[in-house]
C-alpha cells in the first residue's frame, strides 16, 4: 500500500474518489476531492465535499452513516466549502445518497476492504462532543431513570445560555414556533405560538398553570404576563432554571410566576387548571407515556386541560429510539418519538378526553431556518463562546432537522385534552374559540 492509501487489490488500483463514486454514484450533485488527489462528483457543482486526511477517512469507513459524516465534519477532517458551517443545509439537501450509500457487489467490497481496510480498523476516538453509545450509558442507570434522564438534558440544555441567546433570539424558545403570517418574524412567530397554547388552555385572570420542560421560561412568563395567572415552570436545565428565575425577576413577575431546577415526577402541587407540556415528550420515553400523562392528569383539576406540544414520526409503526445516529449521540441522548396516534392513545388511555389536534410541522421547517439564520449571523461569538466543533454540530442538527421536516420524515403536533368530569363535562366551548 502507498502513503496515499492506494493499492494494486487484483482488479486494478483504488482511488478514494472512486470508492466515493461506487457507493454514492456519478450523478451526485456535488463536487468531492480527497487528501489522495483524486475526485469525484460534478467539478461545476455549487458545493464541494473534502477530505483532509486519514483519521476522517477511518471516521466514514468506521461508521458508514450519519454518525461517521458528523465525526468528521465535527472533528474537522471533511470540510465543505461552499455552504457556512452554521447553516449546512443547502448541503444536507444534495447530500441524501452520502446518508444512505448503495451496497455494491461483493467484488468491489473486496476490493474496497483490501485498499482501505486498515484504516477502517484503526478507530480513532470520536470527537469529545460525542456521547457514549447506549450501552455505556447504562452506567448512569437505565433508560429515561431520573438520573440518566438529567444527564442527557444536561448535554443538550447546559451547552451556555449566551449560545442559546445567539441561536434562539431574545424569546429564548426553543421549541417550534406558529407563524400567523407568511410576513411573521421568527420573535412574532413565537409570541404567536404562546398565545395558541394559552387560547387552547383557555387560560383567565387567577388561573394556576403547571409548565413542564419549561426551558427559559418563556411560556411561564407569557401566560403570568398576558392572560394573568399564577405559573410554575419546572425543567431539568440548572442553566435554564437560573436564566428563567433571573427573567421572571427582571419583567416584576416573581409573586405570580416561579421556574425551578426539578423532575416534573416531583411536582407535589394539585389541582392546577391548565397544564402545558411544549417540548418534553421527546425526552420522556414511549414506555413510559402511561406514566406521564397518568401523572399530568393527576395534576389538573376536574375540568382542567392539558397541551402537548412535541416532536412526532410520521407513522405509528416504526421503533422511535435512535441507537446509533447523529442526533442520539451529539444532540438529544436518549430521545425517543412515536407518532401522534400513539400519543393520542396514551393521552386516552390515561383518561384525557382529547378534544383537538393540528401538526405544525411546516412551521417547524421555518423555525429551524430562523435559528441557522441567527447562528450564521452571530457565528464569531457563537465560536468564540462555545468551540468550533459544538457550533458545527448545532448548524448541522439545525439544518438536517429542518430537512427533515420539510420532507415529512418528522412531525410536530398539537394535541389537547381535558380533564372531564365525571358527569361528562370538558369544561370547554361546543367549538373552538382559540382562533389560528
Known sequence: MSVLGRVDAGGGTMTIGEVFTMLVGDDVPLAFEAYDGSRAGRADAPVTLRLLNKRGL????GA????????????????????????????????????????????????????????????????????????????????????RDARAIHHHYDVSNRFYELVLGPSMT???????????????????????????????????????????????????????????????SAEQATWAQAAIEREGLADRAQVRRQDYRQVSERDFD?????????????????????????????????????????????????????????????????????IISAMQDAGFEVQHEENLRRHYARTLAGWNANLVENWDEAVAEVGLPTAKVWGLYMAGSRVAFEKRQIELHQVLGTRTTSDGDPQLPMRPDWGV
Open 58 to 61: 477511518a471516521y466514514v469507513l
Open 64 to 147: 458508514p452513516s450519519t454518525l461517521g459524516l458528523a465525526r468528521a465534519y465535527v472533528s474537522g477532517d471533511l470540510e465543505a466549502d461552499g455552504v457556512p458551517p452554521g447553516d449546512p443545509y443547502e448541503l444536507l439537501t444534495v447530500a441524501g445518497s452520502l446518508m444512505n450509500p448503495r451496497r455494491p457487489p461483493v467484488a468491489d467490497m473486496v476490493r474496497v476492504l483490501r485498499t482501505f481496510g486498515s484504516v477502517a480498523l484503526s478507530r480513532p476516538e470520536p470527537p469529545p462532543q460525542e456521547v457514549p453509545s447506549t450501552w455505556r450509558r447504562a452506567v448512569n442507570g437505565l433508560r429515561h431513570s431520573r438520573t
Open 274 to 342: 391548565a397544564v402545558s407540556s411544549i417540548g418534553l415528550t421527546e425526552h420522556i420515553g414511549i414506555g413510559n407515556y402511561p406514566a406521564y400523562f397518568s401523572f399530568l392528569l393527576s395534576r389538573l383539576r376536574p375540568g382542567g386541560r392539558l397541551l402537548n406540544h412535541c416532536i412526532t414520526r410520521p407513522d405509528n409503526t416504526q421503533p422511535g429510539i435512535a441507537k446509533r445516529g447523529f442526533i442520539d449521540r451529539y444532540v438529544f441522548p436518549d430521545g425517543e418519538l412515536a407518532g401522534a396516534g400513539t
Open 174 to 236: 426553543y421549541t417550534c414556533a406558529c407563524y400567523p403570517q407568511d410576513s411573521s418574524t421568527l420573535e412574532e412567530a413565537q409570541a404567536h405560538k404562546y398565545d395558541l397554547v394559552c387560547r387552547k388552555l383557555g387560560l383567565r385572570p387567577g388561573m394556576r398553570l403547571l409548565d413542564v420542560g419549561c426551558g427559559w421560561g418563556a411560556m411561564v412568563r407569557h401566560a403570568v404576563r398576558e392572560y394573568g395567572v399564577t405559573a410554575l415552570g419546572v425543567t431539568l
